[in-house]
Every structure is written in C-alpha cells, then in structure tokens.
C-alpha cells in the first residue's frame, strides 16, 4: 500500500475502525476511532460479541454459530444520531475482530451543497456547519479539521452573520425549516 493510502485510512477515513484480538484488547485503532472514544464509551455489546466470536472460533463453530452479518446500532446520551457498529473476523492463526463504527449523521439528511450555494458560504464554513449540525462542539470540530478553535469561532461568526442566525440553536432551527427536517431527537 502507497503512503497516500495509509494517510487515508489512519487519518481521513470517516469510519471508525478497531481491531481486537482475543484477550479483546485494542490492537489498532484510526482517528476516527479515536475521537467516538473521545465522547463516548465502546457498547458493552461489542466486548460481549467479540467474546463470543472468539469462543466460536476455539470450537470450531463460527459459521455455525455467526452465519451472517454481525451488527447492531445504539443511540448515545448526548447523540444527535444512531450508531452502527459492525464487526467482522479474520479467521486466521491468531484471530482478529474488526469493529467498524458509522454514525447516521443528521447531516446526511440536509443538502448542504444547497445551503452553501443560498447563504454564500466558503468550502470551510460549509465543513464546520456539517460538523455542528452533526452535534460537534467547537473543540471537537478544530480537533477533527486540524484547526484552531478560535478559527472555528470565527468562522461560526461569519456562519451566522450569513444565514440571519444569532447563535448555534437559531442556525439549527433555521437549517431544519429550511430542510423540512422534523427536529424530534435533535440535541444541541
């Protein structure tokens, strides 16, 4: 694999990736992975099926007791969206689980591309507003852009000033009427 590609996967990726082997310690993890630590806690579910994966394994059952594919979601206290966690086994020597993490992002719901083009927003501004309507807090969006949080204040200011919003609230609330997006379940 290139260098690029790497970069990619480590950095960039926007899915969460953790590998566990069997005493289900963490043997890699990406960015991403690292900033869902950063906010929540892994379900206690994933430690409970990995387990069981890797007994299946030891029996020599695995297709038997796993015959299809091994997922589930859960909301999370504070999340905005549901999350989708997906684990996979490399049944080799030594075994590994591989847990990818996906969160169904309120963003996916609005065309931002529209929005960008209605209230003139730069590229950037158009990357922190995903993010904030996603539930970011402003340290969480520097940290994932490699930025400065006043940066992203700044930016916000002109984010408000271009849409008519005075605060975080008001900007989703006006995005949501906009989108025609119901704002049950919405947490700010």
Not at 29 to 34: C, D, F, P, R, T
Not at 35 to 54: N, T
Not at 58 to 63: D, F, K, N, P, Q
Not at 86 to 112: A, C, G, H
């Amino acid at each position: 694999m290139e260098k690029v590609d790497i970069d990619f996967f480590m950095n960039k990726c926007p899915v969460g990736l953790f590998v566990f082997n069997r005493r289900l310690d963490i043997v890699f993890s990406n960015k991403q992975a690292s900033v869902f630590l950063l906010r929540y806690e892994l379900p206690e579910e994933v430690s409970a099926i990995s387990k069981r994966i890797f007994e299946a394994i030891s029996l020599g059952r695995l297709e038997e007791l796993f015959p299809g594919e091994i997922f589930f979601s859960k909301r999370f206290n504070g999340s905005p969206s549901n999350w989708i966690f997906k684990l996979y086994i490399n049944e080799k020597s030594d075994p590994l689980v591989y847990l990818l993490i996906t969160e169904e992002k309120m963003s996916n719901k609005i065309n931002l591309n529209d929005m960008r083009r209605q209230f003139k927003l730069t590229r950037r501004e158009t990357d922190i507003l995903r993010r904030v309507v996603d539930g970011l807090k402003n340290a969480e969006i520097a940290f994932d852009l490699e930025i400065a949080e006043q940066t992203i204040k700044d930016h916000l200011s002109n984010i408000y000033m271009k849409t008519g919003a005075e605060n975080r609230m008001a900007l989703m609330r006006n995005l949501l009427q906009i989108s025609e997006i119901s704002p049950e379940g919405i947490t700010l």
